[in-house]
């Protein structure tokens, strides 16, 4: 038996790939296209695993999709593979565009082709997973209870916007073709091997630098903080007993403004890697113009994945992120390899100096 993953160098996708192999022997085809933020040193570990094959390629490549399908002939698809930072996606929606709305439909199409192939208990037990995130359903007032499955779609950002797109086309490839999908919507991820990029490890590799923490606007907008790993059992376990055609909202049940996130940050390096002058690592806090149509709160009810499948997160907050935090200071190599030059003249452009 083989799963098929999009997406699989990336922070989330690639800690799925290796938890996933470490709870089972089944085969991993792994499908990513390497842009900027796949990282194949993420995976170095499975390098002689005969279980993990590795495939680069592009989901919005048709025929190169079906050719692994039908060499492959996996029993699902779980489809990690997106454009996912919302600053980029306001610098340069078009990559957006292509990879999350015309790669999903391309990739539906391919799975489409090969789902009405199969015979069988191979076509009933057959699933197509689609990962996406909290951010369709757009932003939430302070009392407003937090998202659940059936919020309407409110995206705000052209990142938000390409996600719900997706989220819909296969959706529609569901109720038009009967193709078995599941959807998960996620809130905020963080963990090991997280592009440094995003708040936390960008949080953590400017401290350690003595560079600026920058926040945007006042720093309290509100986000659900999850695991990543609590993201891949979820995911495992949506797969596992999902039932088709459904939607499933995956939290932490831990909202957090930004600034207390930073401060929780500054407070475990001060204890872990504590600065060489003795000062706390919040002084180098700054504020930074907030970016255009910021969200202001996100918030996911996860009550659906308890009540039905029996899923709830394993860490708190307070473990995850020191778990994270020393994963960071333990793995140095890592992040000096990913900061590349492309990736600080990114940072220049988007913080400032």
Request: glycine share 8%.
């Amino acid at each position: 038996m083989t799963i098929l993953v999009t997406g699989g160098a990336g922070f989330i996708g690639s800690n799925f790939v290796l938890d996933w192999l470490a709870q089972s022997d089944e085969s991993v085809v792994n499908f990513d296209k390497l842009t900027y933020a796949g990282n194949l040193q993420n995976l170095a570990s499975l390098q002689d695993d005969p279980r993990h094959i590795f495939i680069k390629g592009d989901i919005g490549d048709f025929d190169l999709v079906s050719r692994l399908l039908n060499e492959h002939k996996p029993r699902a698809i779980l489809n990690f593979a997106a454009e996912s930072h919302v600053d980029r996606s306001i610098h340069g929606p078009e990559d957006f565009i292509q990879t999350n709305i015309v790669g999903t439909f391309r990739l539906l199409e391919a799975v489409r082709a090969y789902w009405g192939g199969l015979q069988g208990e191979a076509k009933s037990s057959f699933r197509f997973l689609h990962v996406s995130t909290d951010e369709v359903y757009g932003s939430l007032e302070m009392n407003d209870p937090p998202f659940s499955e059936t919020n309407r779609y409110e995206p705000n950002s052209p990142y938000s916007a390409s996600k719900a797109s997706s989220d819909h086309l296969v959706r529609a490839y569901h109720h038009t073709y009967g193709l078995p999908v599941l959807t998960t919507n996620c809130s905020n991820n963080y963990g090991p091997y997280h592009f440094p990029e995003k708040l936390i490890p960008l949080v953590i590799h400017n401290a350690l630098a003595g560079k600026p923490l920058p926040i945007y606007g006042d720093g309290q907008q509100i986000r659900d903080w999850l695991y990543v790993k609590d993201h891949c059992s979820a995911i495992r376990r949506v797969l596992e007993a999902g039932k088709v055609g459904e939607v499933y909202n995956i939290g932490g049940w831990n909202e957090k403004p930004n600034l207390d996130v930073v401060h929780t940050l500054c407070a475990i390096l001060d204890e872990l890697k504590p600065r060489q002058d003795g000062q706390p690592y919040k002084s180098q806090i700054t504020f930074v113009q907030d970016r255009p149509g910021h969200d202001r709160r996100y918030a996911i009810d996860a009550s659906k994945m308890e009540k039905e499948l029996g899923w709830k997160p394993a860490e708190t907050f307070e473990t995850g992120i020191r778990k994270t935090v020393q994963w960071y200071l333990d793995h140095q190599d890592w992040v000096k390899n990913i900061t590349s030059g492309a990736y600080r003249e990114w940072v220049e452009r988007q913080y400032g100096a």
